[in-house]
């Protein structure tokens, strides 16, 4: 296969007016990421095309210089396909719509982010430096492990929109949460010593650390009861 619908220009991939779809070929934007950051985005300056503005990954990428890919949806963000960044580079995904991640995000040690309206991490995600994960409208769930150098982040911006952490984590630095409404509960799992940062929550707090080590760098807000195990 080849790119397709799609071009790269000022360092960011952008398709061809009115096209309804597009690809670009994985080995191009590995190309692309070897020199410079590179932004994928599905608005074009031209005529839009007749399809909603989602990505989707479907082949593996990596590379191992310090740029960072954005990938930036009108709609949705999904597929299968990994993304690792060997070097410093960082991933950074932002849509207007739900973003599920189904291929495992690896950095070095650089930072993720993911805002969408709703996140749901069915991959595993490992960050060599922070992690910031948003639902501007909906609730963030795992199913998969995350692995965090640094600070982790997880903010739900809509009321009573809820933050579920149940897979056993491994967040080394700082963990804050962000939540609204009297049942926007949070609750964690840690499998290593938790060190919890400035958060506020409107609903209750859980948090069960398996190797038995609580602490808090930051003043915890809860409005709803709080557990610690």
Do not use: E, R
């Amino acid at each position: 296969s080849a790119t397709t619908n799609d071009s790269l220009s000022a360092g960011t991939y952008s398709p061809t007016s009115a096209a309804t779809t597009s690809n670009i070929l994985n080995t191009d934007l590995q190309t692309a990421l070897a020199s410079s950051s590179v932004i994928v985005t599905t608005t074009n300056t031209g005529t839009a095309g007749a399809s909603a503005g989602t990505i989707t990954i479907t082949s593996n990428l990596t590379w191992s210089s310090g740029s960072t890919l954005t990938l930036n949806a009108a709609s949705t963000i999904g597929g299968v396909g990994t993304i690792n960044a060997t070097g410093a580079g960082g991933i950074t995904m932002t849509a207007g719509g739900a973003i599920t991640v189904g291929g495992t995000l690896t950095t070095a040690s650089g930072n993720i982010s993911l805002t969408g309206t709703s996140v749901a991490m069915n991959a595993a995600i490992n960050s060599g430096g922070n992690l910031t994960v948003v639902g501007s409208t909906g609730g963030l769930t795992q199913t998969a492990v995350l692995t965090v150098a640094g600070t982790s982040s997880f903010t739900t911006q809509a009321s009573n929109q809820t933050i579920v952490l149940g897979q056993t984590n491994l967040l080394t630095g700082a963990v804050s949460f962000s939540t609204t409404g009297t049942t926007a509960n949070v609750s964690l799992t840690n499998g290593k010593a938790t060190v919890l940062g400035t958060s506020g929550i409107g609903g209750t707090l859980t948090v069960t650390d398996s190797v038995g080590n609580l602490t808090q760098t930051g003043a915890l807000t809860v409005l709803g009861t709080s557990s610690f195990t």
